[in-house]
């Protein structure tokens, strides 16, 4: 175990790699393992019968609940014991039995998330996945390996993302969606397979946006999602609201650039 500087309390029952590194203020519970290369910044938490394995970072101020597998090897049979990474950012929660798997050489060796994260109970988080900041999965919500999620998403409970598919910022998926094409941003989605049925308007107000901003999004929906078949006019019509409202020209540059099929209402 590497590291100098501020207090840690380490259980005595904790088995610690002697090549981990462990950050100031940092505590470990009983019966902890924490594996050959793995980084564990200033003032984390980590509690019983946690298993952390490398390559694996994890920022300051985590939080890791009992029985959370953090950084174990990727659920991929093309996966021959090469050192890919797991990389998270600071101030994440992750609480009991949450599994979070480093990344693939195929998908670029690395699994991230960023910071201000609660995962809940039972979530997965796959291969080569790309997690942003202020997200939130609620109980068993999983992700399968490559995919994106940016920030500001709240997955319900029990929602399951296909491999290869982007969740655009601010969108929310009810309890037990299955989504198996993208989300465009600011959308609230639920159902198997998923459907659109409008903006999250709850969750923008919350975040702040302005009432004519969510209109001038509800509008850019109508057209380009709710229509099922967008024409030349209502791109041209979001195209003006666009040069407007920088969130309008988020939300239509996600739908003009998606390399998949989008959710619809």
């Known amino acids: 175990m590497h590291g100098e500087g501020g207090e840690r309390v380490i259980h005595s029952t904790a088995i610690i790699d002697p090549d981990a590194r462990i950050g100031d203020n940092v505590s470990v519970g009983p019966f902890s393992v924490i594996g050959a290369g793995v980084e564990i910044g200033d003032g984390c938490e980590i509690g019983p019968h946690v298993v ?17 597998s953090v950084g174990e090897a990727p659920q991929d049979l093309k996966y ?3 050192p890919t990474r797991l990389e ?5 929660i992750i609480r ?11 998908g670029g060796g690395v699994t991230r998330l960023g910071d201000d994260n609660l995962l809940m109970a ?41 491999q290869f598919t ?32 409008g903006l999250n308007k709850t969750g923008l107000r919350r975040s702040g946006f302005s009432e004519e901003v969510i209109q001038a999004l509800h509008q850019a929906f109508r057209l380009l999602v709710r229509s099922g078949n967008p024409s030349p006019e209502s791109y ?12 309008v020209a988020n939300f239509l540059d996600f739908i003009r650039n998606s390399d998949r099929p989008i959710i619809r209402g």
Do not use: K, W
């Not at 952390?52 to 959370?68: D, H, S, W």
């Not at 998270?88 to 994440?92: E, I, L, M, P, S």
């Open 88 to 92: 998270v950012g600071a101030r994440n």
């Open 122 to 162: 039972y979530t997965h988080v796959a291969h080569d996945c790309q997690v942003g900041s202020n997200v939130i999965f609620a109980n068993a919500a999983s992700l399968a390996g490559h995919v994106i999620v940016r920030d500001h998403v709240t997955l319900g409970g029990f929602t399951t993302v296909h």
């Open 236 to 247: 041209r019509r979001v195209e003006a609201m666009a040069a407007e409202h920088p969130e």
């Open 52 to 68: 952390i394995n490398g390559p694996t970072r994890l920022g300051p101020e985590c939080r890791v609940f009992q029985f959370a």
């Open 96 to 106: 009991e039995y949450a599994t979070l798997n480093r990344g693939t050489v195929g």
């Open 80 to 82: 021959r014991g090469e």
């Open 166 to 197: 982007e969740i655009g910022e601010y969108s929310f998926s009810g309890m037990s969606t299955a989504v198996n094409r993208n989300v465009p941003p600011y959308l609230s989605v639920t159902g198997n397979y998923a459907r659109s049925f």
